[in-house]
């Protein structure tokens, strides 16, 4: 159903433009279900316009953290805009729930419904400028590490620039890399441990100010984890613990007598992703030079495994919204935005030519791959898909295009490649663990001193962490929590890509026995956007939903098995 409620050329980062449209909802006279439906409809047409307004202020502020403009242009949004917007989705929320035609719409609305009781139930309005000052206190750390660069070999680096040492086979230039990093990180600990101070703060009087007793309880509300709880999120912690961490004490082992070193320091492996040099010395794997020869590649890669996802890949590429090449100035990390008002999906990533470029590239467009299959769905809640299910659209196509990675190696290269993909799943998921169990703890005592925090995520560290000598970087070691964005940017959204991982494995187990299965199950429940509860998404891909170590033990021996025959 095409609408016409809002004019094209609306200045949706301008409050004198959305006011009339937000005073003309707010007003309009509801007399039954179909006037509810017209209400839902045009306010969600309203709601794509400032969804992407607030899109491109973001992607233009990531994209140049130097720029005073565009981080004033985006903060003017956050302290101007978006707080009046709260206000009014509030109104319009209650006005509808309340409405007593409510419960003659049509069963597509029931997961909106219940979304929207629940934010009506959590919202206050001395919560507003708590918000503002949190995306306040984030901008400001991602401008820190945004701007965080080394003199390294001669030239100044970025953070991505610098990942290609920690791959080296000399372990001295590993030692000088990472050392440089991690002392430019302690240059600004001070700052970021104070923002993360005044975060947690914050966060805590959001809490208490909805009727919560901790931030954590908030959140699940917030987040609408209407399907798992703060139980089954310890469940996961104790499987993660049980079944990954044996398999991946193996992998270091391995690691270190291959290496002929005595004892792992923290420039042999990665923690998070369990890369590092190759145990036989090869040279580090480089799948492209430039960004484009990548996206060349991963074009013709996709047209072979489907002429669906061929086709939606090249389309992003036509569309020309993909900022990928590293640079200074640039925000860490990757990330897909959809732009709901074009359909568009926007990647940006820092790509250095690294075989974790290239997984972060095909995770992005999984993402984006999501997002173009529910286009089609009419309103911008039933395309809001759960992220927990974002994540298996991103996870899963990570694996089920390891068959293709040939494309970008030969074959020896490209089951080096895969291996070191498979053994990054068993490295994530525990620290997937770590950053969940620290965020849980963290917000279950807000008055907690710095030191008792240090003390916290090292025991958390050594219950999920490898087994490595960090003499000479206590200090580091101790903030080095500070490296994951998300606790700062995005609290608490962190466990749904361990509970991603469960599916993506199923995905691909899937894939192992009817690769066209696989396919068909991936864009089946893709294509349903957020119209069913998560449970229900799993069940469309034929995958299963849960914590249990029995699970997890089925998945993880499906990964050993096939690190058993792919070589070393």
Known sequence: MSRKYVPD???????????????????????????????IGDSSELAEHISEAGALLYIAMTCDTESEEKKDAFMDFVSNVRPKLSEFSDALNRRIVEHPSVDDLPERYNLMLKGMRTDVEIFRKENIPLGVRQTELVTEAQGITGGMTVEF???????????????????????????????????????????????VTIRHKIAQNAGFETYTHYMFKAMHRFDYTI??????????????????????????ESLGLGELRPWDVNEKTGSGPDIHGRSPLR???????????????????????????????????????????????????????????????????????????????????????????????????????????????????????????????????????????????????????FQHWIYENPGHSREERAEVWLSIRDRFGSDMNWSGHSDFKEVSWQQQGHLYGVPFYYIEYGIAQLGSLQLWD????DPQKALDDYAKAMKLGGTKPLPELFSAADLKFGFDEGHFLSLLANVETALSELPA
């Open 153 to 199: 070999d001669g030239e100044e680096r970025t953070f991505p620039q610098m990942s290609s040492y920690l791959e080296s086979n000399n372990r001295s230039k590993r030692e000088a890399a990472w050392s440089a990093m991690s002392e430019r990180r302690m240059q600004d600990n001070e700052r970021m441990s104070e923002i993360f101070d005044e975060l």
């Open 9 to 39: 050329d609306l200045d949706a980062t301008s409050w004198e433009s959305l006011e009339p449209l937000v005073i003309e909802l707010q007003d309009r006279k509801l007399s039954c279900s179909g006037c509810l439906e017209n209400l």
């Open 510 to 513: 899937t894939q192992l026995r």
């Open 287 to 437: 799948p492209f030079e430039t960004v484009k020869e990548m996206v060349d590649k991963l074009s013709e890669m996709f047209h072979k495994i489907s002429a669906d996802l061929g086709e939606k890949f090249d389309k992003l590429v036509e569309m020309d919204t993909l900022d990928l090449d590293t640079r200074k100035g640039k925000a860490p990390g990757g990330y897909q935005y959809y732009l709901e008002k074009s359909k568009i999906p926007f990647i940006f990533m820092n790509a250095a030519g690294l075989q974790g470029d290239l997984e972060t590239m095909i995770h992005e467009a999984g993402h984006a791959f999501h997002s173009l299959y529910c286009a089609h769905l009419e309103l911008i809640d039933e395309r809001d898909y759960p992220i927990e299910f974002a994540e298996v659209a991103s996870m899963s196509m990570e694996l089920l295009t390891q068959p293709w990675w040939d494309d970008f190696y030969d074959k020896e290269e490209a089951d080096r490649a895969r291996r070191s993909h498979l053994e990054g799943v068993v490295f994530l998921l525990p620290w997937i663990a770590t950053i969940d169990s």
């Open 231 to 256: 139980e089954d999120c310890l469940e996961f912690h104790n499987s993660v613990e049980s079944v990954c961490m044996p398999i991946l004490r193996e992998i270091n082992r391995t690691r270190s």
